[in-house]
Every structure is written in C-alpha cells, then in structure tokens.
C-alpha cells in the first residue's frame, strides 16, 4: 500500500460520494433508530452478570482442571466486550448520552481499547469504511501474510501489543507519525485522528490504562498469583479467538476502495448466543454501516425490511470462512483478488 501525508486525509473528501442508502419508509425508519432503555439495561445487566458470574466460576475452579474450561469461557465472555464498547460507542443503546458513555468507558478498558482514540478512529472507520491508507481498521490488509492472520491475530497478540505500545506513548505525549530513522513518512495513525482539543483527554485516559495494569501486576506479584493478570486484560489475549471468529467476517477478502457497504462488508445469520449475546447482533454489519443510528438490538427487523435490497447472507460461520479462507489464500498470492458478492438490482 502507499503512505499518505497526514494532511492528504481531508482532501479525500469521500463525503461527496453517493453512499448506498437503503430504501424504506421513513416513519418505520424512525421507529427503528428509537432507543429503548429497558432494551438497553436488559442487555446491559445480563452481560456484566454471565461476566461476573463467569469470573467467579474461574476464580473457584482456579488450581483445578475445571480452571481450563471455566478461564475460556470466562475469556470469551471479557473478550467480546468488544461488541459492547462498539455500541456505547456509537452512542445508539441508552436514550441518555451519559449512560452511553458511561458504559462506554468501562467496556473500553474490558475490550482494551483507550477510548478517546478510538472513538475518533472508529468515527473514521464508518467514514472511509475499507478505503486505503485512510482506515485504519482494515484487519485483513494486502498482501495477506497467513502466519500473522490465522494464529497470532487469533489470540489478539499484535491488537493487544500494539495497544500497550500506542497508550505507553501516548502517555508521555509522543503523538508522531513520522520514522525518525528513515525521515520517511509514515502512514496516518490514530493520534492524527484525534483532535488537538481531545488529546488531553487520551493523554489522561492512557495514563489510567497504565496504572490499571501496573497495579494488576503488583497485586499478582503480592499474591504470588497469575489469578489478577488472567482476570485482566490477559483475557482479550486467551479468550481472543471467539471475537476473532466473530468480527473477521465484518469485511474479510471483500472489496476496498468502494462507496457501497454492500462490496465492502458482510452480513451473518448467527444464533441468539453468539449473534445477540456474544456479538450484540453486529453480525447484520451492512445494515449497522448503512445506518449506524440503528441501535443493535433493532437490527433484526432492519435486515427483514431490507434484505430484498442486500447481497445474499451467509448462513452461519462455516458457511462464511467456507467463503473467507480460500479467498484469503489466494490473495496471499495474488493481492488484487476479492470476492464480489451479486447485488439485487
């Protein structure tokens, strides 16, 4: 891919573009973008509940052979706070902003994520949704290297690290994008996303995050126990793979460069345990990219109203990487290479 000078980001002005919209009745749009607070706290309770459940199991079976099971469920669980931390995000889930962010806030820690950077990130991320050099949320960037994206991004560890590297510096207010050791210019990163007036904030926030994981790292060494560092944070790292398994579909091997959310992301039909509980119904994610004021607990009666007007879903998981992992393969080998999904007419 070629680099981009940060000041370039604005010239690229992909507002003026003709976004695909879907057709529907106003009135019924509204309806949908309504918040609903006993939806909001109804989900919202019954996640922090199995979480906390699920971490008391842990902490039970701990020096057990139940410990093994009960740690991965629990991972999977802390893990897929990603979906939560999405949707406080996008301020979509409680009518109140401040219940939102509040939310948002602890879910940013779980899902280990400082969330003043990346609120601007994923603000970007819907604006320029798969465009090149300018989202900085593509997880299947070309050339593929297979290695880093079947085994090491599947346990989260460059996410994890990259985080941990981006909150140390942000920390001592090292904002730069450019490599000092080739006096080339680097991509856009996040900080370049964030505006002067916010910065502050992030500064402070990934002080806090430091903090956290310092004093989760004192309190193992006074316990002479790994028990608080596979409570926190480390989850995202061994209860990774399921959100892996979840979120990879969202744009996998699909089209870049492209104003149609329909080329450039996928829409799965999963269950009510993983698509609503563990994925807070982000599966139907060209509906949410179309709309993103649709709060997730609505989406499924966004996809019955629109689906004549989406390409064809995948039926589950498997039927999704039976489509994902050849895809991937090839563009492993040949970079141009995508899949094309048939639109309606």
């Known amino acids: ?24 009745d106003k009135k019924e749009y509204k309806k949908l973008c309504q918040r609903n607070d006993t939806k909001a706290w109804f989900h919202t309770i019954l996640y922090f509940l199995v979480l906390i459940i699920t971490g008391i199991a842990a902490v039970f079976s701990w020096g057990t052979w139940y410990s093994i099971p009960a740690f991965i469920l629990y991972g999977s669980v802390y893990a897929c706070s990603n979906a939560r931390w999405h949707e406080y995000g996008h301020r979509s889930v409680f009518k109140s902003r401040k219940l939102n962010d509040f939310f948002y806030y602890i879910s940013s820690f779980i899902a280990f994520f400082e969330p003043i950077s990346w609120r601007w990130s994923h603000a970007n991320h819907h604006s320029k949704t798969r465009y090149l050099d300018l989202d900085l949320e593509i997880a299947d960037p070309r050339p593929t290297n297979l290695r880093i994206l079947f085994f090491t991004e ?10 941990i590297q981006k909150i140390f510096k942000h920390s001592f207010r090292f904002f ?5 050791s080739n006096d080339e210019e ?10 002067e007036i916010e910065k502050n904030k992030m500064v402070w926030s990934s002080r806090i995050f430091l903090l956290i994981i310092f004093f989760t790292i004192l309190l193992s060494l006074a316990m002479q126990s790994f028990l608080p560092m596979l409570l926190i944070v480390t989850p995202q790292i061994y209860g990774g793979p ?12 699909l089209k870049f460069d492209s104003h149609d959310h329909r080329e450039t992301t996928r829409t799965v039909i999963l269950g009510p345990i993983l698509g609503t509980f563990f994925y807070a119904n982000m599966q139907y ?8 004021q649709v709060p997730f607990y ?4 966004f996809h019955e109203l629109i689906k004549d007007q989406l390409p064809e879903p995948n039926k589950g998981l498997f039927d999704a990487y039976k489509e994902i992992i050849p895809a991937i393969i090839k563009q492993s080998k040949d970079p141009s290479y995508e899949i094309k999904k048939p639109l309606p007419i």
Not at 154 to 163: D, I, P, S
Request: charged fraction near 25%; include cysteine; glycine fraction near 2%.
């Open 1 to 24: 891919m070629t680099k981009i000078a940060v000041e370039e980001i604005d010239k690229i002005d992909l507002s003026n573009k003709e976004w695909w919209q879907p057709k529907i």
């Open 154 to 163: 599947f346990f989260g560890y460059y996410r994890v690290k990259a985080e």
């Open 176 to 180: 730069h994008s450019q490599d000092l």
């Open 186 to 195: 680097a991509k856009i990163t996040v900080a370049d996303l964030v505006p």
């Open 242 to 253: 399921l959100l892996w398994i979840l979120a990879f579909t969202q744009h996998a091997a």
């Open 285 to 292: 994610h060209i509906e949410h990219h179309s709309c993103p």
């Open 298 to 301: 609505n989406l499924p009666r």
